[in-house]
C-alpha cells in the first residue's frame, strides 16, 4: 500500500522559512495530482496548493500565493512545500494529499478530490 509521509514542520518565528516534505513510499508516478493542505484548530481543513506530478501546472491558494511554493522530486519520490515569510495565522496541521487524475483548476482545493492522505506535519509561527 502506498503511504505519504510529511516532515519538516516545525516552530519558527514571524518571517521565517520552513521546507515541507512529502515522500511516496512507492512510486511518485502512482499519482497524477498532489496538493498540500493545512487545518488549524477550529478551522476546516484547507487547500494551500496543487501540482500537477509529470506536468509544469501548479496551483496555489489566494493566502499563499507568491509566498509558498510547490515543487516535484522525481528521483526522491517527493513534493515539497516551501513557506516563506511565515506569520502566525499560518500555524496549522499540514496535510499532503495525492490523487490518480488530473489536478483540475476549478476543484484543486477540494478534499474530496484526494483519495490519499498523508498523517501531517505541524507548523508553527510565533510573532
Known amino acids: 500500500q502506498v503511504q505519504l509521509v510529511e516532515s519538516g514542520g516545525t516552530a519558527v518565528q514571524a518571517g521565517g522559512s520552513l521546507r515541507l516534505s512529502c515522500v511516496v513510499s512507492?512510486?511518485?508516478?502512482?499519482?497524477?495530482?498532489m496538493a498540500w493542505f493545512r487545518q488549524a484548530p477550529g478551522k476546516e481543513r484547507e487547500g494551500v496548493a496543487a501540482?500537477?506530478?509529470?506536468?509544469?501546472?501548479?496551483y496555489y491558494s489566494d493566502s499563499v500565493k507568491g509566498r509558498f511554493t510547490i515543487s516535484q522530486d522525481d528521483a526522491n519520490n517527493a513534493v515539497y512545500l516551501q513557506l516563506n515569510d511565515l506569520q502566525p495565522e499560518a500555524a496549522a496541521m499540514y496535510y499532503c494529499?495525492?490523487?490518480?487524475?488530473?489536478?483540475?483548476?476549478?476543484?484543486?482545493?477540494?478534499?474530496?478530490?484526494?483519495?490519499?492522505w498523508g498523517q501531517g506535519t505541524q507548523v508553527t509561527v510565533s510573532p
Open positions: 494529499a495525492a490523487a490518480r487524475r488530473q489536478c483540475r483548476s476549478t476543484s484543486w482545493s477540494w478534499r474530496d478530490e484526494y483519495t490519499d
Open positions: 501540482i500537477y506530478i509529470g506536468g509544469t501546472s501548479t
Open positions: 512507492g512510486y511518485l508516478f502512482s499519482y497524477t495530482c
